[in-house]
Each structure stands twice: as structure tokens, then as C-alpha cells.
């Protein structure tokens, strides 16, 4: 059983920085068995993969349209995922999700492959 909490979402000005937490607990399963990605999604648009961190090996995956602007980082002791984006634009503004499925490498930002979601964290872009 996996649950996940993202958190820190908000109003964000133009061209500042965000930092989202994704609060992963883990029952009878094991942490570094399950990779940790991020999606966004607007109204009528599809989820949105944004990046992957691998638990195996440490590589994270980022969405080339945003590469630069992403950052995931992870604190294994709190069993928390961050995702920070700096040179947020207005049209950032989403709901931010975190997600998780049972593997130790990233495998691409297909929704449907991840079988655990948080619930999701409104950003907004804007003055």
C-alpha cells in the first residue's frame, strides 16, 4: 500500500520559484522498490509527465519542454519527493500530482502506468 500527499502549492509570481513536497507512506512495501514521478494537468488538457526520479540508481528524468526549470530532489530518511521549478510562467499554472508505481527505474510519463496518486496541489502563475 502506497499513499502520497502532495503539498505546497499556492500563488507564484511570474518568474519566481515553486517547491512542492510529496509525502510518500509505505505499508509492507518497500521505499526504494517504487519510483516517485510528477504530472500536471489544466482543465480539458491531459496529465502532463514533468519528471521521474529513479530509486535504483538515482537518475531523474525530466520532460524536455521543461528541462532547466525542473528540479527533484528526495529526502529518504522523511520519505519525501520534492519537485522545485524555478522561472515559473503563467502557464504553469496547474494542478501539480505525484504518482508512484512499483518498479526501481523510470519507464516515461504514460499516466496509466502509475498506479498511485496524491491528490493533487493547485498552482497558480501569477501578479
Known amino acids: 500500500e502506497v499513499q502520497l500527499q502532495a503539498s505546497g502549492g499556492g500563488l507564484v509570481q511570474p518568474g519566481g520559484s515553486l517547491r512542492l513536497s510529496c509525502a510518500a507512506e509505505f505499508t509492507g512495501v518497500f521505499f526504494n522498490d517504487y519510483v516517485i514521478a510528477w504530472f500536471r494537468q489544466t482543465p480539458g488538457k491531459e496529465r502532463e509527465g514533468l519528471a521521474c526520479?529513479?530509486?535504483?540508481?538515482?537518475?531523474?528524468h525530466y520532460a524536455d519542454s521543461l528541462k532547466g526549470r525542473l528540479t527533484v530532489s528526495r529526502d529518504k530518511g522523511k520519505h519525501t519527493e520534492y519537485l522545485q521549478m524555478d522561472n515559473v510562467k503563467p502557464e504553469d499554472t496547474a494542478i501539480y500530482y505525484c504518482a508512484s508505481h512499483q518498479s526501481r527505474f523510470c519507464s516515461g510519463f504514460d499516466p496509466t502506468t502509475y498506479l498511485f496518486w496524491g491528490q493533487g496541489a493547485q498552482v497558480t502563475v501569477s501578479w
Open positions: 526520479h529513479s530509486t535504483s540508481d538515482g537518475i531523474k
